[in-house]
T-cell receptor, first 117, second 111 residues
Framework: DTGVSQDPRHKITKRGQNVTFRCDPI?????LYWYRQTLGQGPEFLTY????????KSRLLSDRFSAERPKGSFSTLEIQRTEQGDSAMYLC???????????????FGAGSRLTVL | DQQVKQNSPSLSVQEGRISILNCDYT??????FLWYKKYPAEGPTFLIS?????DKNEDGRFTVFLNKSAKHLSLHIVPSQPGDSAVYFC??????????FGAGTTVTVRA
């Protein structure tokens, strides 16, 4: 297994366009997460899936954002009518849930960087 | 609302010496704390974790200390090596799925 894969790695778009990011998690992980990271900040939680069910969405996820995980495997994050404030690194992570230590350890992908002009 | 704070944006340390990274939190419901390390152009990678029922966890050169009464944790790296130069994020969880991250501390290890 090659870890969590994200595509594309970098997307430059004009304001008002739609963009879609794809995430392929580690195959045996049933949990999938999307985070957003802006310059000088840590990752911020956006949404969480357990298998195909989207169990929580952050208030940061406006109605222009939609995430899906149709068959409980890969996930897509779509941003409609992009704004300059959407420029950020979008990180995907996966996990199998609580480990023996009790911590839920997330494995992150390298991220998809969005630049909105 | 920033529930996890890393007040030192950067730290410079000489190779072989100790690196101490600090993290404060405000949510008393946090029950697990994790440290992640991030190299440029890569995603954060898990380093070490600690449960709120413990005050210390050690893994090789890395030790995390937790002071619940002060809502403070720290990561010690001994001895520091050039490959430790990275951004370190403190993260905390109050449930079994969502992590809240600090803003990160950039560590530079000087030869």
């Amino acid at each position: 297994d090659t870890g969590v894969s994200q595509d594309p790695r970098h997307k430059i778009t004009k304001r008002g366009q739609n963009v879609t990011f794809r995430c392929d998690p580690i195959s045996e992980h049933n949990r999938l997460y999307w985070y957003r990271q802006t310059l000088g900040q840590g990752p911020e939680f956006l949404t969480y899936f357990q298998n195909e069910a989207q169990l929580e969405k952050s208030r940061l996820l406006s109605d222009r954002f939609s995430a899906e995980r149709p068959k409980g495997s890969f996930s897509t994050l779509e941003i409609q009518r992009t704004e300059q404030g959407d420029s950020a690194m979008y990180l995907c992570a996966s996990s199998r849930g609580l480990t023996l230590s009790g911590a839920n350890v997330l494995t992150f992908g390298a991220g998809s960087r969005l630049t909105v002009l | 609302d920033q529930q996890v704070k890393q007040n030192s944006p950067s730290l410079s340390v000489q190779e072989g010496r100790i690196s101490i990274l600090n993290c404060d939190y405000t949510n008393s419901m946090f029950d697990y704390f994790l440290w992640y390390k991030k190299y440029p152009a890569e995603g954060p990678t898990f380093l070490i974790s600690i449960s709120s029922i413990k005050d210390k966890n050690e893994d090789g050169r890395f030790t995390v200390f937790l002071n619940k009464s002060a809502k403070h944790l720290s990561l010690h790296i001994v001895p520091s090596q050039p490959g430790d130069s990275a951004v370190y994020f403190c993260a905390a969880s109050a449930n079994d799925y969502k992590l809240s991250f600090g803003a990160g501390t950039t560590v530079t290890v000087r030869a």
